[in-house]
Structure formats: C-alpha cells, structure tokens
C-alpha cells in the first residue's frame, strides 16, 4: 500500500511539475510567436515527459526501447533544470511585478527576456554538463594504516557507478581502464553498481570484457555489489564479471598472501534480487585481524557499521549529487557523501569516490566523474 502511495505521489508532481513548465514555455513562446499553435506545443511536451513514463512498459526486445531511453535520460534532465529556472523567475517576475519595478507597458517584454535568458542558462549549463561527463578525472588519496604488513605500500584503483547502458558504453570505459592504466596500480577495486539494473542494457558486451580482462594488476580486481547490480538479470550480471576475472566479494573476504585483507558487502537497499541478504560485520568471520583489512560497501550510509578491526572502507553509491544543486542533498543526508573521511581514532578510514558514470541525466554539473587513486601506507 505504501509503495502504491509513494508512486502515486511521484507522478501526481511529476504531473504538476511539467504542467508549469509547459504552462510558463507556453507563455514565453507567444511572447515571441502569437501565431503558433499551443495545441502543436502541448502534444509535442507532453511526449518528451511521458518519454520517462513508456519506456518502463516497452519489451526489452523492442529496439525502438533503446532511444526512447536515451531519450529519457536526456530528457530528465533538460525537465529538471528547466523546473528549477522556471521556478527562480516566476518568484523574481512576480515580485518585479507586484510591486511596481516593472511598468505594465514593459512586461510583455520583460517575459520575453526572462525566457530568452532562461533557455540561455538551461541550454549552457547541459552542454557544459555533457561535456564534464565524457571527461575522466584522476582524484588521489594518501592514507596511512598502523598495521603490520610484509609490503611498506599499496596502490589502489578505486571505482564506482559505472551503470553500464546506452550513454556509458564501450568507448566511455575505455576511457576508464586508460585512466586506471596511466596510474599502474596493485589491485584495482569496483564499490558497485556496476551495471544499471539490467544486463541487456550493457552496449558490448564482449568488448568492455576484453577491456577489464586487459588490465594488468598485481593483486587481482574485486568488486562488490551495488544496489543496481540486481534484478531479473542478476545471475547474468554476476557471470559476466567472473568471466571478466573480477572477484566479486559477497559478504566475504579474501586474504591476498598473508600482506592485507580486501572483503565486499552485498548491497544494502538492492532494487531487484541479489540472492541473498546482507550480513552484519561479525558474521564475516575475519580471522586476520592484525592483517590490513579493506572493506568495500556500495553505501556510505552503512560505514557505522565498521568496527575498530576494519582500517580502510570505499564507498560509491551517492554520485556526489551528479548535478548542482543536487550535491547539497547528498552532502546533508550522508556522513560523508564524497571524499575522505575518518570520524574519530577508533573508526576506520573512509573514501567515496563520486563515481565514473551517470545515472538517469548524462551530465556532471558541479561534481566530476572520477578515478580514484588510494596510497596505502602500512606500519612495515
């Protein structure tokens, strides 16, 4: 019932929402054209906002089901920044109106600017956001650990939020492994969602597995799983890493040659079936404790949870926000959102990477997409 309720509520402002955008473009495009149709208007906006809306009832197997999705993503966020400008010069026409600073002979046309100036913004700030989003940088960490190891140093690779489809294809992760390649690190780790929520949706591939199996790393490559690795396609989801001779780590560890300890959690909150639920901490049964362990956990929300024997924590999960004004949210709901983070001497370090992906939107406006470069420094 509850979940009933909560879909509901979404399109009821989904609706809403896009009436005043479409109301208030309406107005803006008479300013310009008195002539033009707004029945024309309405019909064509009201299928770029439903474009979200069908792609959830077409088959997989539809190929139209592919660009309909782009679409979509494309679409959101173009809905987004459009509410939020929208939003902003209503409150200002309203108040410039209302109390006399514009002359009723003058606000046809202060309408018309406002919605040149708001198109300008909008149709700047994705462009520049697309462009961030093919770009890859390199973020790196420092971290010591006072623990004993039979190796002084260690060089991690660390990503996250991959969401493998249509826009983060083959040529996005190449770009990816050629980032990881240039810093030649030990081991190279996945803190999650990996795919996005379906197999199908990954564009070759057979080709990103050739590129994973390409990369060269003295202790392996392990992955945890995120919440939108899951679904009806799980099983092949899982497959296709281990036949890409990723370790993936289901609340369990691995203790790489006696020198440290790298152990992965199942998700929290999955969207869709992962085959089983999660585990606390104790049940992991870590035998070496005076080993180095490593823990990756697709959420920050779940670092609370560590204990003083684990010294190294890598999150994913909140994409920083991925686009303005979105990253205060993530900054107010999490401990730690994006960045280092250690909350006292007892507690373990803690790195989330914003990610090398999008999720939805394809932009990056106000946080990057990332690798993350961790030296580890071990009490030898």
């Not at 989904?14 to 029945?39: C, D, H, Q, R, V």
């Not at 979509?72 to 309203?94: D, K, R």
């Amino acid at each position: 019932m509850i979940f009933i309720v909560v879909i509901l509520s979404v399109f009821i402002i989904y609706g809403l929402t896009n009436f005043i955008i479409a109301k208030e473009a309406m107005t803006w495009i008479l300013a310009m054209w008195p002539s033009l149709s707004p029945f024309v208007f309405y019909i064509i906006y009201s299928i770029c906002a439903l474009s979200v809306v069908i792609v959830f009832f077409l088959p997989a197997s539809f190929t139209i089901r592919k660009y309909i999705t782009l679409f979509s993503y494309y679409w959101m966020g173009i809905y987004f920044y459009l509410l939020l400008a929208i939003l902003i010069s209503m409150i200002i026409l309203f108040f410039c109106f209302r109390f006399g600073l514009v002359s009723p002979d003058f606000q046809r046309q202060a309408v018309l600017i406002t919605g040149w100036i708001v198109f300008f913004i909008v149709s700047a700030s994705l462009i520049y956001g697309r462009v961030n989003a093919e770009d890859i940088k390199l973020n790196s960490y420092e971290v010591e650990i006072q623990k004993k190891s039979e190796i002084s140093e260690l060089k991690i690779a660390l990503i996250s939020d991959i969401h493998l489809n249509a826009i983060n294809n083959y040529d996005h992760f190449n770009k990816v492994v050629d980032k990881i390649n240039s810093i030649n690190p030990d081991i190279l780790c996945f803190s999650g969602d990996i795919f996005d929520g379906d197999y199908y949706a990954a564009e070759s591939p057979e080709k990103i597995q050739k590129l994973l199996m390409s990369i060269q790393v003295k202790y392996g490559i392990y992955a945890c799983i995120g919440n939108h690795d899951a679904g009806k396609t799980y099983n092949q989801m899982i497959e296709f890493l281990e036949k890409s001779s990723v370790n993936v780590l289901y609340d369990n560890y691995i203790n790489i040659d006696n020198k440290f300890v790298i152990a992965g959690r199942r998700d929290s909150s999955p969207i869709g079936d992962q085959g089983e639920v999660r585990s606390q901490i104790p049940s992991l049964g870590v035998q070496y404790k005076d080993l180095p362990i490593i823990v990756l956990d697709h959420q920050p929300s779940n670092i609370r949870e560590c204990n003083s024997d684990i010294d190294l924590v890598l999150c994913g999960h909140t994409h920083r926000g991925q686009i303005f004004p979105i990253n205060y949210i993530t900054k107010a709901i999490f401990d730690v959102d994006y960045g280092y983070y250690k909350k006292d001497q007892n507690s373990p370090h803690v790195i989330v990477s914003s990610g090398v992906g999008t999720w939805g939107p394809p932009f990056r406006i106000g946080t990057d997409n990332e690798v993350v470069s961790i030296n580890i420094f071990f009490n030898k």
